[in-house]
Nanobody, 124 residues
Framework: QPQLAESGGDLVQPGGSLRLSCTAS????????IGWFRQAPGKEREGVSC????????SYGDSVKGRFTISRDNGKNTAYLQMNSLKPEDTAVYYC?????????????????WGQGTQVTVSS
């Protein structure tokens, strides 16, 4: 059964860094583009970043450009989201999802498999 599992969420102070991981099981990650999303309480799920199958193409939401970096290690069936210069407004549950190509974050139905999310809290 295809599954994605996120890890690495934590409580961090403003200006700090975290690296999230997204590990696939039950399918081969190298054949899928991977997107990262986040959802804060009372808000809609927001696209954060996406990386193509070969990592040759990446995209970022405007609110995280220059601070977040997406990457992948197909040999480990894992994708990553490095988050630097974190702000309180980055607080959310972060999800990873698999899709065919990175041609936009919506509709969410384009993404076939979803993880259960990992909590990131940025607070002093």
């Amino acid at each position: 059964q295809p599954q994605l599992a996120e890890s690495g969420g934590d409580l961090v102070q403003p200006g700090g860094s975290l690296r999230l991981s997204c590990t696939a099981s039950g399918f081969t990650l190298r054949y899928y583009a991977i997107g990262w999303f986040r959802q804060a309480p009372g808000k809609e799920r927001e696209g954060v970043s996406c990386i193509s199958t070969s990592a040759g193409s990446t995209s970022y939401g405007d609110s995280v450009k220059g601070r977040f970096t997406i990457s992948r290690d197909n040999g480990k069936n894992t994708a990553y989201l490095q988050m630097n210069s974190l702000k309180p407004e980055d607080t959310a549950v972060y999800y990873c999802a698999a899709t065919g190509t990175c041609t936009g974050f919506s509709p969410l139905s384009r993404y076939y498999y979803w993880g259960q999310g990992t909590q990131v809290t940025v607070s002093s």
